[in-house]
C-alpha cells in the first residue's frame, strides 16, 4: 500500500489501518474492508449524537440571538412607523367639553318625569386671577414634573394600555396635559383608540401651546363635584370665596378633591372618605414643601379648612335629591366596574351627559312613607320647645324582596336643606337589628355552645347582665355587657333572648360561633364590614350601617338566603344606549333553613317581644305576618325597627345630629320622652307605612321547624322545676303591660354554657329586676336595646 492510500485510508476509517493478515486476503483487499467497517461505525456514532441533539439545533437555528433582535428592532421600527404616521394624521380637535354637557332626565317607576337635571356651574377665569402657589397645589397633587416634562407619561399610558388590554381597568398615570385633553378634546371612554389619541394630541398640545394656558384649562375644565366644573364654581360652593381669594389650604383642598369628588366631599363624606381626603390634602402640601414652593414652617401651622354646605339645587327639593343622588352613585358604581373608570371619571360621566334614568320608586309607597314620619314622628316634635328635637333625623328604605327594587326612601326632611341621605348613610349603629345575623351566622355554621349544643331557637343561654363573655377554653375574654336597665334573666331561650334583645346571650353567641364567621356572614348577607376586626363587641352591631343595607339583609331574611342587593335603577340609557345593571338578586349566602329560622324567631320579637305595642297591636295589622328587630345604640345616638312582610322589607332608622355642627348627638328627652327606642317611633313609623300599602295578607313560607313561628311540638313536664331567676320572656323593655310569656317553641331547650345545669328549667314569666318603671308617655311603649 502507497502512503498516500494509508493516509486516505485513515482519514475513511478514523484509525490507522490493520495490518494484512492470512485470512485478509491480499492487502489492499484487507485495508479497504477494515476501513470501510470503520467509517461505518463513525458514522452510526455522529448519526447517534445527532439524533439526540436533533431538537435543541432546531430550536437553536430558528431562536438565534440574531434573529430574536432582527425581531424586535423591526417590532420597534414598525412602532415607531405607527405613531409617526398617527402623530401626522391626528389634529388637535375643537374643545367639546362643554358642547357635551345635556340635562339627564330622571322618570319614576311608572315613566311620569321625577326630576331635569342639567344646568352647568361653570365660569371660566384666567389663570392670573388664580393665586400662584393655589395653582402649584393642583401641580404637587396631579403632576410635579408638570413645567419640565413633555406633556406625556408614556409609561403610565402604556400601563394604561396594558390594563384596559387586560381587563383591569384604567389606573393612575396621567399628566395635567394628559388630563386637560381628556376633559377639553375628548372623553371618559376607556378605549385603546382614546387613550393613543390621548397621547398624541397631549404631546402635540404641550407643544403649541404654554405650560400656564394648559393649567388653565385643565383647572377650568375638571369636574369638583356639587356639580360644579372649574375652580371659580368650586371656590363659590366649597368656601363661597372667589378662586383669586382661595387661599393655599382651601386650593389644596380642592386639588385632592379632583380625584373622587363626591367620595371626599366632606358634606357627605363616609368617615373613611374624611380620612382619605386629609391625607391626600397632606400630601398635595407635603409636596409642595418638597418642590419648595411653600415654607415648611408655614406648611406645619396649616389646619384643614372644612368646606361649606352644599348650596340648594333648584328642582331637587323634597326627596328628589335623595332620588337622584342614588341614583347617580349606583350608576357610577356600575361604570366604573363595567368599562374600567375611576371614581372622578365616572362621575364626569354621570353628571349633565344626557343620561335618561329609570328609578323603582313607585309614587303610592313614596307618599305613604313620607306621610308615616310626618304623623308618627315629625308632627310630635317641638323644635320651639325641645332643642333636642332639632337634632332628630329620620331615614328609611322599602325593598321588594323578590325583585330587589327600591320601591320607597325618606332621605331626610329636604334634600335641599339636609343634603346627607339618612337612607344612605353609614354612619351610625345598627345596635341589635345586628342580632339576628348573628343566630344567622351560627346556624348557617352549625355552630354550638361551650358545652357542644347545637344552637337553635330552643337553645338556653344565661341572660346575666354584664355576665363576662368565655372563650372556648372557658377563658374570660374581658367582654361583659349590660342588658338594659342592667335587668338580669337568669336561664332563657335564644327565643326569647331575641324577643327581648338581651345583650348578654348574644354577646356570648357571637363567640361561640366565631366573631370572624359572624363578620363573613353579615357580608355575604349585605353588610359592609370593611377591615373590622373580629371583636365581640361587634354582637352589640357597634360597627356602621345605612338603612339601605340593613334592608338588604332583611331582605335576604325574607327571600330565604339568597342575597338581595337594593337598587334604585330600572334602567339607565345614554344616547340610545342602556347601560347594563347587575341584578339585585344574588346567588344563595346562607341556606334557606338558616333564614327562615331566623325569621320564624323574628315573629316573636313582633308577637311578643320589643315590638309589641306599635306592630303586633297595631289596630291596621289585620293579622298580618310580620317578623323584625328593634334596636338602640349606647348613649341614644340612634333607634331602629327593620322589619317585613313576605312581599316588603322596610327599615327604618332615627338618628341624632346636632343641627349646627352634624355632629352625632343623644336623643334623651326627644318629644317630652325619657329616651327615643326602636320599639318607639321608629317601629310605628313602621307600622302605617306597611300596614297602609300592604297587598294581600299571606303568610311566610318558612322551611323551619324552629322559632316562635312555628307551632309547637313540645310541651314542657309539668313536674318542671320552677326557679327564681327571671324567666325566658322577661323584657329589658319598660313594660307598659303584663309581660307575656314566650313564644311556643317545637323542641326541648338544651342547655348551653357558659352556665350549664344538669336539668335547665323554664321559668314561669316575671319581670327582670333593674329598672322597671313604666314609660311616662304613650308614644314610648317599648324599650328595647
Not at 425581531?71 to 367639553?97: E, W
Not at 369638583?224 to 364654581?233: E, N, P, S, V
Not at 370665596?241 to 358634606?267: E, F, I, N, T
Not at 340612634?638 to 327599615?651: I, K, N, Q, R
Request: net charge positive.
Amino acid at each position: 500500500m502507497g502512503r498516500a492510500e494509508e493516509r486516505r485510508a485513515r482519514q475513511r476509517g478514523g484509525r490507522r489501518a490493520a495490518p494484512p493478515t492470512r485470512s485478509s486476503g491480499t492487502p489492499s483487499e484487507g485495508l479497504a474492508t477494515g476501513g470501510r467497517a470503520a467509517a461505518r461505525k463513525a458514522a452510526q456514532g455522529k448519526n447517534g449524537k445527532k439524533n439526540a441533539k436533533g431538537g435543541k439545533s432546531a430550536i437553536r437555528r430558528l431562536f438565534t440571538w440574531k434573529k430574536i433582535l432582527g425581531a424586535f428592532l423591526g417590532f420597534c421600527l414598525l412602532g415607531i412607523g405607527a405613531f409617526i404616521v398617527m402623530y401626522m394624521m391626528i389634529d388637535i380637535p375643537k374643545g367639546n367639553a362643554a358642547a357635551q354637557n345635556q340635562s339627564n332626565i330622571y322618570k319614576y317607576s311608572d315613566g311620569s318625569t321625577l326630576a331635569r337635571v342639567g344646568k352647568t356651574n361653570r365660569e371660566i377665569v384666567d389663570l392670573s386671577k388664580v393665586p400662584k402657589p393655589v395653582q402649584h397645589t393642583f401641580v404637587a397633587a396631579e403632576n410635579k414634573t408638570f413645567y419640565t416634562d413633555a406633556g406625556v407619561d408614556l409609561k403610565g399610558t402604556a400601563r394604561g394600555i396594558f390594563n384596559t388590554l387586560s381587563g383591569k381597568g384604567k389606573q393612575g398615570g396621567s399628566t395635567i396635559t394628559q388630563q386637560y385633553v381628556k376633559n377639553y378634546y375628548l372623553d371618559q371612554d376607556q378605549t385603546i383608540t382614546r387613550k393613543l389619541r390621548e397621547l398624541v394630541i397631549s404631546l402635540k398640545v404641550d407643544r403649541q401651546t404654554s405650560k400656564d394656558d394648559i393649567l388653565a384649562g385643565y383647572i377650568n375644565t375638571s369636574y369638583y363635584g356639587r356639580g360644579d366644573y372649574g375652580i371659580q364654581a368650586a371656590a363659590r360652593d366649597y368656601y363661597r370665596v372667589d378662586a383669586k381669594d382661595l387661599s393655599v389650604q382651601q386650593g389644596a383642598y380642592l386639588a385632592a378633591l379632583l380625584q373622587a369628588p363626591s367620595q371626599y366631599d366632606w358634606a357627605v363624606a363616609t368617615p373613611t372618605g374624611k380620612k382619605l381626603v386629609q391625607e391626600r390634602w397632606n400630601y398635595v402640601l407635603n409636596n409642595m414643601v418638597e418642590q419648595g414652593w411653600l415654607n415648611k414652617t408655614k406648611r406645619d401651622a396649616m389646619t384643614f379648612p372644612v368646606p361649606k354646605e352644599p348650596k340648594a339645587v333648584p328642582g331637587l327639593e323634597g326627596q328628589k335629591g335623595y332620588f337622584v343622588k342614588l341614583a347617580n352613585q349606583q350608576l357610577e358604581k356600575q361604570l366604573i366596574k363595567q368599562e374600567g373608570l375611576t371614581q372622578d371619571e365616572a362621575e364626569a360621566r354621570v353628571e349633565n351627559s344626557g343620561w335618561t334614568i329609570t328609578v323603582n320608586i313607585d309614587k303610592k309607597k313614596q307618599a305613604q312613607l313620607e306621610k308615616s314620619v310626618k304623623t308618627q314622628l315629625i308632627s310630635q316634635l317641638d323644635p320651639k320647645k325641645r332643642t333636642v328635637d332639632k337634632n332628630v333625623q329620620a331615614g328609611a328604605a322599602s325593598v321588594d324582596p323578590k325583585t330587589g327594587k327600591i320601591v320607597a326612601l325618606y332621605g331626610g326632611a329636604d334634600y335641599t336643606k339636609h343634603y346627607i341621605s339618612n337612607a344612605n348613610r353609614t354612619d351610625y349603629q345598627p345596635a341589635s337589628t345586628f342580632k339576628p345575623v348573628i343566630l344567622a351566622a351560627a346556624l348557617e355554621n352549625a355552630s354550638e355552645t361551650q358545652d357542644g349544643k347545637a344552637i337553635g331557637a330552643n337553645t338556653i343561654y344565661d341572660g346575666t347582665s354584664k355576665r363576662q363573655v368565655v372563650d372556648s377554653n372557658g377563658d374570660k375574654v374581658g367582654f361583659g355587657p349590660e342588658n338594659e336597665d342592667d335587668a338580669d334573666y337568669g336561664k332563657v331561650t335564644v327565643q326569647t333572648a331575641m324577643d327581648k334583645s338581651i345583650n348578654s346571650v348574644f354577646a356570648q353567641m357571637g363567640v361561640d360561633v366565631g366573631m370572624d364567621k359572624v363578620l363573613e356572614t353579615a357580608t355575604k348577607m349585605g353588610m359592609d364590614t370593611g377591615k373590622l376586626k373580629a371583636l365581640p363587641a361587634y354582637t352589640l352591631g357597634t360597627m356602621g350601617a345605612s338603612p339601605i343595607q340593613m334592608a338588604g339583609v332583611y331582605a335576604t331574611l325574607d327571600n330565604h338566603g339568597k342575597q338581595v342587593t337594593p337598587s334604585i335603577i330600572k334602567s339607565a340609557e345614554q344616547g340610545g344606549t342602556e347601560v347594563q345593571m347587575p341584578d339585585p338578586i344574588g346567588e344563595q349566602v346562607i341556606s334557606r333553613e338558616a333564614a327562615d329560622t331566623v325569621t320564624s324567631v323574628l315573629t316573636g320579637v313582633v308577637d311578643d317581644g320589643t315590638a309589641k305595642v306599635s306592630v303586633a297591636q297595631n289596630a291596621a295589622r289585620d293579622g298580618r305576618k310580620v317578623a323584625g328587630k328593634t334596636g338602640t345604640s349606647d348613649d341614644n345616638l340612634s333607634a331602629w325597627f327593620t322589619g317585613y312582610t313576605p312581599d316588603l322589607v322596610t327599615s327604618v332608622g332615627l338618628f341624632g345630629e346636632d343641627y349646627k355642627t352634624h355632629a352625632q348627638s343623644k336623643m334623651y328627652k326627644t318629644a317630652g320622652l325619657p329616651r327615643v327606642n326602636g320599639g318607639g317611633f321608629p317601629a310605628q313609623i313602621w307600622a302605617e307605612y306597611t300596614f297602609g300599602v300592604a297587598g294581600e295578607n299571606t303568610k311566610f313560607d318558612l322551611d323551619t321547624d324552629q322559632g316562635a313561628a312555628v307551632k309547637p311540638s313540645w310541651t314542657p313536664s309539668p313536674s318542671a322545676s320552677v326557679s327564681n331567676s327571671p324567666s325566658a320572656s322577661a323584657t329589658t323593655e319598660k313594660p307598659s303591660e303584663t309581660p307575656t310569656t314566650q313564644a311556643p317553641t317545637t323542641k326541648p331547650p338544651t342547655s348551653s354554657s357558659p352556665s350549664p345545669t344538669n336539668s335547665p328549667s323554664i321559668s314561669p314569666p316575671v319581670t327582670p329586676t333593674g329598672n322597671t318603671s313604666p314609660p311616662e308617655n304613650p308614644l314610648d311603649p317599648n324599650d328595647d336595646q
